[in-house]
C-alpha cells in the first residue's frame, strides 16, 4: 500500500454545529490524518470491512438459493429468479429511508438499524422452512434487502469520507475488497450446507410416493436455515460491538452536519437529477449492478445446461473460481488506481468492454470455453461499483448522503435485469439470456467514456 494512502486517524474536536460529547471522535483530522496515537480508527475499520464481508456473503447466498428454492418448490427461471428481484426491491425501497437516518442522525445509527434488519431477515428463513412456504422466504429476503439499503447507504460513503477526498476511489475499492471474500465465504458455505451429497433427477422425484416426495421437498427447504442462522449471528455480534466502542467510531462533518440540500429532500433530488454526470452514473449503476447479479445466479445454471452431467456441486465450483477471479481483480485493480489515480474512467472503460465481448462470447460459444468465457466477466466486473459510486459521488459533493441513497437505490438492477434473463431462459434458453448482461457491460462503457469526456472537459474550464 502506498506509504500516503491509508485510512485517517482523527483528533478530538468539538463540531460547530451541534454541541456532542468530548470523547467522540471528530471530523477535521480525517482530511488532515491527525491525531494521538490512541485515537486510531483499527476498530471502526475492522467492523467496515466485516461489513463489506458480511453483506457479500449474503448476496451470493442467494445464488445458491436460486438453485436450491427451484428444486424444492419445482420453479421454472423466472420465478427462482424472485429470489433477486424481492432482495433488490428491499435495497430500493429502503435506501431514502436509510439516507433520512443517517442524516438526521449519523452513519454509525445507520449502520446499526442496517445490521438489525439484517439480522431479523435471516432469522424469519426458520419460520419460511417451518412452513414450507416460498412466499414466506422472499418476504425474509426483502428484509434482509432492506438491512443491506441501510448498510451499503451508509458504509461506502462513510469510508470514502475517512480520508483525503483525491484518494477515495482507492479507499473504497479497498474496503470493497473484502466484500467477494465474503461472497467466496457464503457460496462456500451453501455449497456445502445446503446443497446435498446427492442431487436427485427429475425422474426419481417423480418415481417417488407423495409423501416421500414432500419429505425430500421439505428437507431441502430446511437445508437454508443454517447458514442463515449464521448470519443472523454475525451481524447481531456486529452490533454489539458497535455498542461497545461506539465513541471510537468518528462522526465525519457531513454525517452531523445537515446541509440544506439534504434538509430540503425535493431541493436536493432536483439539484441530483439536474446534474447528467451524477444521473448518468446511477444509470450505469443499475445496469452494472444488473449484470453482476444476473452473471452470478445464472451461473449454475449455464454450467448444467451447457456442461452434460455436471451436478450442482460442481456448478457451484465455477460459481466460486467466478468469485475468487472476481477477487483478484478487485485486488489488482485498487493498486493499478494506487499507482495510477487520474485513469478510473479508463480502465472502467477497458473493463466494461472486456465484460460485454466475454459475455457475448458465452452466447454464442455453448460448451464449457463458454463457460469459462462467462467465468472469466467476474475479473472485469471486479473494479465497476465501486468506482462508478465513487466517482458519481464525487461530481456533486454537496449533496452525499442523498445522492448515495440514490445510486443505492440503482442496485435494484438487480431485480429487474435478473428477472429479465430468467424471462428469457424460460422462452430462449440460458445461453440467449446472457446477452442480457453484455449490453448492460455496453451501458457501462459508455457511461465511463462520457465521464472521462466531461472531466477532460472540466479540466480545461479550469
Not at 475517512?162 to 465474503?182: I, Q, V
Not at 442496485?411 to 446477452?435: E, H, K, P, R, Y
Request: net charge negative; with cysteine.
Amino acid at each position: 500500500m502506498p506509504a500516503n494512502m491509508q485510512f485517517a486517524r482523527l483528533e478530538e474536536a468539538p463540531e460547530a454545529d451541534e454541541p456532542r460529547e468530548m470523547d467522540d471522535i471528530s471530523a477535521d483530522a480525517v482530511l488532515n490524518n491527525e491525531l494521538p496515537h490512541e485515537h486510531t480508527l483499527w476498530i471502526p475499520l475492522a467492523v467496515l470491512l466485516s461489513l463489506f464481508f458480511l453483506w457479500g456473503a449474503a448476496n451470493n447466498l442467494n445464488d445458491i438459493l436460486i438453485k436450491q428454492f427451484k428444486k424444492a418448490f419445482q420453479l421454472g427461471d423466472l420465478q427462482s429468479g424472485l429470489v433477486q428481484s424481492f432482495f433488490y426491491v428491499g435495497y430500493f425501497t429502503f435506501a431514502l429511508p436509510a439516507s433520512a437516518v443517517a442524516t438526521r442522525y449519523s452513519f454509525r445509527v445507520a449502520i446499526v438499524c442496517g445490521l438489525t434488519l439484517f439480522a431479523a431477515g435471516a432469522m424469519l428463513f426458520l419460520p419460511a422452512a417451518s412452513m414450507f412456504s416460498y412466499p414466506m422466504f422472499l418476504l425474509a429476503l426483502l428484509v434482509i434487502g432492506s438491512g443491506l439499503a441501510f448498510l451499503e447507504t451508509s458504509a461506502n460513503p462513510y469510508v470514502t469520507q475517512l480520508g483525503p477526498p483525491a484518494e477515495a476511489t482507492w479507499r473504497l475499492n479497498f474496503a470493497a475488497a473484502f466484500n467477494p471474500l465474503g461472497s467466496v465465504a457464503g457460496v462456500a458455505l451453501g455449497r456445502m450446507v445446503i446443497f446435498g451429497n446427492k442431487e436427485l433427477t427429475e425422474e426419481e422425484t417423480t418415481q417417488m410416493t407423495a409423501a416421500a416426495a414432500a419429505e425430500y421437498y421439505q428437507r431441502e427447504a430446511d437445508r437454508v436455515c443454517g447458514p442463515f442462522a449464521g448470519v443472523a449471528a454475525s451481524a447481531l455480534f456486529l452490533i454489539g460491538l458497535m455498542c461497545v466502542f461506539w465513541k471510537s467510531f468518528p462522526t465525519p462533518a457531513t454525517s452531523t452536519t445537515t446541509s440544506s440540500a439534504d434538509v430540503n429532500l425535493i431541493s436536493g433530488l432536483r439539484a441530483l437529477l439536474a446534474n447528467r454526470r451524477y444521473t448518468a452514473g446511477v444509470c450505469s449503476q443499475f445496469f452494472y449492478v444488473g449484470a453482476q447479479v444476473g452473471v452470478w445466479s445464472f451461473t449454475i445454471r449455464y454450467a448444467q445446461v451447457n456442461v452434460p452431467n455436471t451436478t450442482e456441486q460442481q456448478a457451484a465450483d465455477y460459481l466460486i473460481v467466478s468469485l475468487v477471479i472476481f477477487i483478484a481483480g478487485r485486488f489488482v485493480t485498487t493498486v493499478v488506481i494506487g499507482c495510477f489515480p487520474d485513469n478510473d474512467h479508463m480502465l472502467l472503460l477497458a473493463y466494461a468492454v472486456s465484460a460485454a465481448v466475454l459475455s457475448t462470447a458465452g452466447v454464442v460459444v455453448q460448451s464449457k470455453l463458454g463457460l469459462w468465457c462467462i467465468v472469466a466477466v467476474s475479473f472485469f466486473m471486479s473494479t465497476m461499483f465501486p468506482t462508478i459510486f465513487s466517482l458519481s459521488l464525487l461530481s456533486v459533493p454537496e449533496h452525499v448522503k442523498l445522492a448515495a441513497s440514490l445510486l443505492v437505490m440503482a442496485i435494484v438492477g438487480g431485480a429487474v435485469i435478473t428477472a429479465v434473463m430468467g424471462l428469457l431462459s424460460d422462452q430462449f434458453g440460458i445461453n440467449i439470456a446472457f446477452l442480457v448482461p453484455a449490453v448492460c457491460f455496453a451501458e457501462v462503457a459508455a457511461y465511463a467514456f462520457f465521464e472521462k469526456a466531461a472531466v477532460t472537459r472540466s479540466n480545461i474550464q479550469t
